[in-house]
């Protein structure tokens, strides 16, 4: 995201000395993305920031797939997962993986309890606030995180999440890319453009530092390794605590984005998926389906048509509001729809005529859709229905 922010105390020149009140030297840190080639920030931290003092292994949870073989359209219930609640969870280490491939990692998880520090080394990662609110500490400072808001937290960000008095439910969209806006909302130097769905007034970073103090602090990373996902964790142990800078400036930092900033792209007759697309990463993109105005020229069929997924597959969450292309699926809040390529989906029979005549859908969804076939993970075999592939015929060949 090339939006230039500083926050606390920096130097007037970059890579010169920038002393402490004592005479001592800050230490800075360049955080950059694709080796020195794209978007960075310049941190000054009071301690040193490779100081470690121990490394052990994190055990991951279970981050295996099995194919979707044979090829089938699934309902994936997520609250099912915790149905015994959220006692003891916490954002970082209760993830319940339930579809993934090589390029993205999509995960639930209910919380109450505070996160250890962590840090995903991977990629960047989106994660969704369905439900409840949160703090996010980072070393870039504090963001304030609320029902409908993606917190968007580039790789390589210690951080750890806070969960408000009545927890936090989360989806958790993991990359091995970074996530930014789609290119053709921006300008050529990274501005977002005016016929852009949303606008920098709507992304809310860090106001000010956020320093805490300790030693032999324990952040969780995760990266890439040589297990069966490609994916292990280690326990790093740092001297003093990472949340030391006294400064930053430039173009690389988290942010928040509440789905409800989000203007609808309508139009006459039904508009395409892409006009509800809100981030990219590599090989796969993320759309909101908000509440929104229908289409309104006078023979307009509002729900979408019937579609083949020639490159990708559609995982459609739904997290308010009530879908108008599912009435008779059994779907409803809570619920992800797994539409795999190579088979042609649309609404159900019943959801065309209902939908004739209608002005507004009040509906909220999360869409990801990938290039390359997602697997089901543990929590997305645990949850699935059984039944949705047969719901456009209304039975199922004994």
């Known amino acids: 995201m090339a939006y230039y922010r500083q926050l606390g105390e920096v130097p007037p020149k970059r890579h010169t000395q920038f002393r402490r009140p004592d005479g001592g030297l800050y230490y800075e840190e360049l955080m950059g993305e694709e080796g020195f080639s794209s978007d960075s920030s310049l941190l000054y931290h009071s301690g040193v920031p490779s100081a470690i003092v121990d490394s052990q292994v994190w055990q991951l949870p279970d981050l295996g797939t099995v194919a979707n073989h044979p090829l089938t359209p699934r309902h994936l219930k997520l609250h099912d997962l915790f149905k015994a609640g959220a006692d003891g969870n916490n954002v970082v280490e209760h993830r319940r993986l339930v579809l993934g491939n090589g390029d993205v990692r999509i995960s639930y998880v209910a919380a109450v309890e505070v996160s250890p520090y962590y840090r995903n080394a991977i990629g960047d990662e989106c994660v969704y606030v369905e439900k409840g609110s949160a ?40 990359a091995n890319s970074h996530i930014a806006p789609p290119k053709r909302y921006l300008s050529r130097f990274g501005q977002l453009l005016e016929h852009a769905p949303y606008c ?111 490159d990708s597959d559609e995982v459609m969450f739904y997290c308010g509001g009530d879908y108008e292309a599912r009435k008779g699926s059994g779907i409803g809040l809570g619920s992800i729809s797994l539409h795999p390529g190579g088979y042609a989906h649309g609404p159900q029979p019943s959801a065309i005529e209902a939908s004739l005549g209608a002005e507004r859908f009040e509906e909220l969804a999360v869409m990801v859709d990938t290039f390359r076939p997602l697997e089901l993970g543990e929590g997305g075999r645990a949850v699935d229905d059984g039944v949705y592939a047969w719901t456009w015929a209304g039975r199922h060949r004994e």
């Open 135 to 174: 703090t996010v500490e980072t070393v870039f400072g504090v963001l304030e995180a609320r029902e409908g808001d993606y917190v968007l937290i580039p790789r390589a960000t210690t951080h750890r999440w806070l969960p408000g008095p009545d927890g936090v439910h989360a989806y958790c969209i993991e």
């Open 200 to 310: 920098e007034r709507d992304l809310h970073a860090p106001a000010e530092p956020f320093l805490a103090e300790g030693n032999d602090v324990e952040v969780l990373v995760k990266h890439r390794g040589n297990g069966p996902s490609g994916i292990v964790g280690s326990r790093m142990t740092y001297a003093t605590h990472p949340f030391d800078v006294v400064g930053w400036d430039g173009c690389l930092y988290p942010y928040t984005f509440n789905v409800s900033d989000f203007e609808p792209i309508t139009g006459r007759i039904h508009q395409p998926p892409p006009v509800h697309q809100v981030f990219e990463g590599y090989n796969f993109v993320i759309c909101n389906f908000v509440p929104r105005k229908v289409d309104y020229h006078p023979l307009s069929v509002p729900v979408p048509y019937y579609h083949s997924n020639v």
